[in-house]
């Protein structure tokens, strides 16, 4: 297998959908998240500047009863962008076999083979589909291939790669194919800079004591969502808040003493915190800016775009951030500006929540949890568990489950680890999976070895952790036993 041959599958694809157009229309399916809504927001800018005839639907995941509901849809090409890999037997018990499908997603995909299927996952051709390249670059190569001019769409390629945590390289900047072929057709588009500086969200919009008093990625106890210690902070250190004019200061404004001088102070801060230096080196890193986007505007950060679509998913509004994607800087921009504000305020809350109920975060011998019950959104409780692990709410030698209720009475499940015990073994999509097999859940679980998730009935979590415990300590058993050969 080769990044060649998967380059040569993309093509395949383009070529088939520029064939079907003839005959059909096209039905996009895609997840809420900012990968997903990137993703298919890239494919229904290259159909539209075709002129193929398409219709968008998002889902939270691609449960067995909306592929039932797919089903209704009775003619026209179906496209599932950022999930269906790991759906493919589910595919083939719910939709036709002459239905004609194309995947286009990079999270671990189930070992089934569909006739009818046209797949394209990075994990199929010997490419890491967690660091290396996201559904959102999947989406734009494929788009790229129908028309050599949608390479200003490598853009928001960058966004979901961002949105889907894949800048895991030297200084937070983005590795593999989403380097390699992404930002080089961004950057040769003119539509992407790159440069360094705070990865703080509103690093350019909002006031300085604004920007990390909603900082929660990384979550700095004390400092994010306590404002007065924040102030407090920035007047110790000579930093103000308002410039001779009278107008709010932004990180992205102040002097490099002053950069210098925060970035000390907070990093100090989270040192006697417990912090690691990954940690700590999180606020700043490398700055992808969208150059065609409007200055002061969070479009024009990937990071600050990505947190936004984001919060348009999370908050059941994902069809502001489609809009978003396709040109409305109006209306829709308004509403989810808004939208995002509620969307963090809820995960600040939730982080708050978390902090002072940290006697509430139950350990196993390889898994740790913490259930949020009705205190945490379902759809932000594996935002919560990110920030959680990355910023030492939490132990970072085991993996953390984050349980959070429905509003249908299910329970959503979000568990996350950290790469060094990816290198041992770990892989949280196959551990889930099992889990859900062992519990026999009727709903899906699935993901990355990093990042994963499931939807298990309610009641069913003691037996769902046991269960995902006992599959984490076989697969470092196995890993163990596999280097001692």
Partial sequence: MSKEKFLLKAKEIAEFIKEASKNERFLLFSHYDADGLTSVGILSSALYREGFPFQVRIFRQLEEDFLKEVKLFRDGVIIFSDFGSGQL???KKH??????IVVLDHHTPEDVELDNVYHLNPHLYGI???TEISSAGIAYLVAKYINEE???LAAYAIVGAIGDNQDKGKQNSLIGLNQEIITKDAIEADVLEISKGFTIFGRETRPVHIAIEYCTDPYIPEISGNRNNILKLLKELGIPIKDSEGNWRTLASLSTEETKKLVSALISHMYHLGASSDEMRAIVGTIYTLKKERKKSPLRDAREFATL???CGRMSKPELGV???LGDREENYRAALNTYNTYKQQISKALSWLYENRNKIEEYSHVQYFHGGRKINE???GTVASIALSSRLVKPDKPLIGFAEGDDGTIKVSARTVSRLIKVGVSLAKALKAAADEINSPYVAGGHDIAAGARIPK???EKFVLAVNKAIKRQLEEFKQRAGK
């Fill in 95 to 100: 939709i036709a076999k002459d239905r004609r």
């Fill in 89 to 91: 037997s589910l595919m």
């Fill in 323 to 325: 809009a978003i994607i």
């Fill in 128 to 130: 890491d589909g967690s």
């Fill in 150 to 152: 949608n390479k200003d």
């Fill in 379 to 381: 759809n932000i409780v």
């Fill in 459 to 461: 009641g069913s979590e």
């Fill in 309 to 311: 679509l984001n919060s």
